[in-house]
């Protein structure tokens, strides 16, 4: 049984496409008998999500030109 | 070389022709990567003229150096590791007195231990515009250190690997992990402060 400071040190773990099936389990059973805990699972989850899901920032116009000018004046 | 027969080469063959003197697979390489390289400069400098010069500076500096790019690593792994150096350089000059560096010392206290527990509305994102809502994420990401900013953008944000991250910033990979637990935790404490229920207070959770 994982107690709350270890928990915290396996998030990233756990969030790792690979993690291994024992973190998961551990991550999952601490969280399953602690809500704080719980809630900071559920939370940083979304905050991955929300942040993963937005789109990029638009190029500002005429960056992309002026990089090539820039560069054709160094050739 | 057309857009067409350039569109289709590898980073890696790319690089070959730019460093024969092809400008023109360079600038296939800037099509590339420049709305990345332009989003983690964005997010670690914040000033959108600052991120122009940055990105400009940093593709400028990869083509004179392409010589020395050694080819074991990714092109864009190289380039970002430029780009991230411009970007602290600038930071540098804005905030003269105080030192930024990748590898600034992390307290060892308490204060990454979550303070603000409380679960979220459902849906937060979709009360917020989307102007609004990267206002709000990109806020949340300049209260961060600058390291902090490019771990979680490297690694959360562009999908770097643990260990591609840690050759752009040249920090090693226990480095990355514990930055990146803090960047997340941060910005989760941060993201809960706007996001969370309301009607829910911490005493019920304490
Ligand atoms: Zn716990």
């Known amino acids: ?75 | 070389m057309h857009q067409a027969e350039t569109g289709s080469l590898d980073d890696l063959a790319l690089v070959h022709q730019a460093k024969a003197g092809d400008i023109g697979a360079f600038g296939e390489l800037v099509s590339r990567y420049e709305t990345r390289i332009y989003r983690l400069a964005r997010n670690i400098v914040a000033l959108p003229q600052d991120a122009e010069d940055v990105v400009q500076n940093a593709f400028l500096k990869a083509y004179s150096k392409l010589d020395s790019f050694q080819e074991n690593s990714k092109f864009y792994t190289w380039l970002v590791r430029i780009a991230v150096n411009e970007a602290l350089m600038k930071l540098r000059r804005r905030k003269s007195s105080k030192t930024v560096s990748l590898d600034e010392p992390i307290d060892t206290g308490q204060d990454e231990l979550p303070r603000e527990i409380a679960v979220w509305e459902s849906t937060p994102e979709s009360q917020y515009s989307q102007t609004e809502l990267r206002e709000i994420l990109d806020k949340a990401i300049d209260d961060l250190p600058p390291i902090y900013r490019a771990v979680f953008l490297l690694r959360d944000v562009d999908g770097l690997s643990t260990e591609e991250t840690a050759e752009a910033l040249d920090l090693s990979i226990p480095a990355i992990k514990s930055r990146l637990l803090r960047a997340r935790l941060k910005l989760r404490e941060t993201l809960t402060g706007i996001f969370k229920r309301k009607g829910d207070d911490i005493f019920a959770y304490l």
């Not at chain 1, 559920?42 to 992309?64: C, F, V």
């Open chain 1, 1 to 75: 049984m994982l107690t709350c400071k270890e928990f915290l040190n396996s998030l990233n773990e756990y969030f790792d496409d690979n993690a291994a099936a024992e973190i998961r389990a551990l991550v999952e059973s601490h969280i399953n008998t602690c809500p704080n805990c719980w809630v900071i699972l559920d939370t940083t989850r979304k905050t991955l999500q929300i942040y993963k899901g937005m789109e990029p920032q638009p190029l500002p116009p005429g960056l992309h030109d002026r990089i090539m000018s820039a560069l054709d004046k160094r050739k």
